[in-house]
């Protein structure tokens, strides 16, 4: 028996088939062509499922359940996805309009709890019982693993880490409040702080192409100060974040997922010896695990696909 995960993103949608060791076996992705109506997106997603479905050799009836991350707030019990800004939703029962064109059982949740969902269960969670996972991409996403379940909160909107405020009175963040830790720590957050530092430093070797976070990472380590100094003050500020996450919830782990996380021990290194110092517990024997995540993109398709993992399921 396989289950099936799907990944609704703003510009794309990929779906897979994941077996019962939760092995990504099979992926197929489409581009989600939006503007869409909810019932035509709905019927998108049917047909590449039922076309991974085809490439395998299998029927609607192989499968034991089918799961999709939706980058929104997503109400499980009404069916509907509350707000999602990307696909202009706003209390649209588009979870009810997927569950009338599949024949199996459909689960939804949030993309980014989704993808740590998947971390947990078959990435480099494997084996705790609580984990937070930060996304470091355009913006900053995050999921929270509590005693074996996804937690959401009395809204299905838990999880936002990224908005939660750092400076306060700071830069003004897409969520209407300033001094988010989106707008300091994001792969977004990055580019514009090495933009600024590059004009009061234009000698910088970030000045030689454009910028993005790989390049800034990479300039870093080649030697440029610029570069080292922009990144030193964003891990500085990303450390502010997930210290306060640990203290607030002391998880057995905290991994780092998202574009940004592709940098590795560059990034992983100097997070870990900034956010030491700022972990009220520090005298503690045992402190949360800073790591990174392990699955990349298949987080996502594999925690969706094993949403009905989460205990004392109903
Ligand atoms: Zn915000």
Redesign the pocket.
Known sequence: MYNIGIDLGGTNIAAGLVDRDLHLVCQVSRPTGLPKTPERLADDIHDLALELLEQNGLAEADVGCAGIGIPGTVNQAEGTVEYANNFGFDNVPFVRLLRQRFACTLLAANDAGAAAWGEYLAGCGKGTRSMVAVTLGTGVGGGIILNGRLWEGCNAAAGEL??MVIHTGGRP?????RG?L??YASATALIRRAEEALADTPESALARGPIDGRAVFAAARAGDETAARVLDAFVADLAEGVANVINLLQPELLCIGGGLSGAGDQLLEPLRRKVAPLIYSRYSRRNTRVELASLGNAAGIIGAAVLDRQEDFS
Request: contains cysteine.
């Open positions: 990224g908005h963040c897409t969520c209407g409040r988010c989106e707008a």
